[in-house]
């Protein structure tokens, strides 16, 4: 009987990893084939002849070692202002006690509820009236705080440290010198964690950056796959072959720092 339980788990999540792995293939194969071949015949087939130059085509076709770079500035700094702010706002929750601060955490769980479309235009509007459209501001700023961060990182900070908390202001340390030398160190897995979600979140991100730039000079990666398409249709292997490059550095940065997610993420209780 267990054989049997452990046989068909492993079959379900075999099924789960191939069904995972599909997309990815499909577009490894879509971009080595020759335009004319993209759209016929069956999706996952070998190429009869591999179009390498498929890559070299698409990375000349559009300045992705400008976009390359938008993306790195873009990512790196929304991801250490909302590492930052979380830290902060979630030893704020859970450390200090001041008036409002139930209902204050209460409001932002609630905001967690508002999906991020319907948020698009009121800041549309905001960044207009500041005249930052169409700058690195717009790309950054609305982004250097993230309430599920806060959430996570408070789940983390709220374990049993308050022993060591009381014990530090004790000893004569301020709540500073407590937040950075012994909670950020001891949580340091879930912060990772978080910082890696925040990582892949801001490189991934398409929408916001499509509205709010208007120059080539400020578009970002997942941006720049626009440029193969048209109202006349797609070029699917370049366009197959680009989003490659977009996906490539996530892929390996996840490989590398995957214990980091899973730990950090179980350590803040987080389910589902």
């Known amino acids: ?23 990815f293939v499909w577009m490894i194969l879509t971009s080595l084939q020759p335009a004319t071949a993209a759209l016929t015949g069956p999706p996952l087939r070998l ?6 130059l498929n890559y070299s085509r698409a990375w000349h076709t559009a300045p992705f070692a400008r976009y390359c770079l938008n993306s790195l500035l873009v990512t790196l700094l929304t991801t250490a202002g909302q590492v930052i702010t979380s830290i902060l706002a ?34 549309f ?14 790309l950054i700023v609305p982004w250097l705080a993230s309430i599920f961060a806060m959430f996570t990182l408070r789940q983390a900070f709220s374990g049993p440290t308050f022993t060591t908390y009381y014990a530090a202001k004790l000893d004569g340390a301020s709540d500073w010198q407590y937040l950075w030398q012994i909670l950020v160190p001891a949580n340091r897995s879930t912060i990772t964690a978080v910082a890696i979600l925040q990582l892949i979140g801001s490189w991934n991100a398409f929408m916001w950056p499509l509205i709010i730039t208007n120059s080539e000079t400020l578009r970002t990666l997942p941006v720049g796959l626009v440029t193969f398409t048209s109202e006349t249709g797609a070029d699917y292997p370049l366009l197959m072959a680009a989003t490659v490059f977009v996906i490539l550095p996530l892929l390996i940065l996840y490989l590398f720092l995957q214990k980091y997610i899973i730990a950090g993420i179980t350590r803040a209780n987080l389910k589902g």
């Open 125 to 138: 509007v905001t960044m207009t009236r500041l005249h930052w459209v169409d700058t690195y501001a717009a």
């Open 47 to 52: 190429p009869h002849a591999w179009q390498w």
């Open 90 to 123: 979630a030893f704020a929750f859970t450390h200090l006690r001041f008036y409002g601060r139930r209902l204050l955490f209460n409001g932002l769980i609630a905001l967690m509820m508002v999906p991020g479309e319907l948020l698009l235009i009121p800041n």
């Open 1 to 23: 009987m267990k054989i049997t339980k452990l046989t068909l788990a492993y079959l379900l999540l075999t099924l789960g990893a191939i069904t995972m792995l599909l997309p």
